[in-house]
């Protein structure tokens, strides 16, 4: 289990899968490792040949703002990087949260699942 270490959040795993980064978020991301979340993935994909990223947010329970907002700065950063973002998974609950705060998330495409995430990226022209 990753735990935090005095002056640094805990980082949350980022799998790749081939040319795919899969982000599997559970619980609550804290403002902190959101930011550090983004900054891992930006790495992976400038250092390697990631062409996709899966963020699987089915167990999340809430997405504030702040959360909606690096969510979707990822996707804009992935994408000037040649790479595609799928978010995967999202709970009704939080696709009403998210139209309630006017967040529209620019630059996603969304999937019910991670198979079907991984699904649509291996299509050309997602």
């Known amino acids: 289990m990753n735990r ?3 002056g640094r959040a805990a980082q949350v795993p980022v ?4 040319d795919v980064l899969l982000v599997s978020l559970q619980g609550e991301l ?3 490792m959101a930011e550090q ?3 891992d ?3 992976r994909i400038a250092t390697s040949s990631v062409t996709g990223v899966v963020i699987d947010i089915s167990g999340v329970d ?5 959360l909606g907002r690096v969510l979707a700065e990822i996707a804009s950063t992935a994408r000037l990087l040649a790479a595609r973002t799928v978010l995967a998974g999202m ?3 939080v696709a009403i949260t998210l139209v309630e705060l006017g967040l529209t998330l620019p630059g ?6 991670v198979d079907r995430a991984m699904e649509l990226l291996s299509q050309r022209g997602t």
């Open 37 to 39: 979340l983004h900054h």
């Open 15 to 18: 799998l790749a899968l081939g």
């Open 41 to 43: 993935i930006t790495s």
């Open 4 to 6: 935090p270490t005095p």
């Open 30 to 32: 804290h403002d902190e």
């Open 108 to 113: 996603l495409v969304t999937a019910l699942d």
């Open 62 to 66: 809430i997405v504030d703002s702040f």
């Open 91 to 93: 709970r009704p609950a």
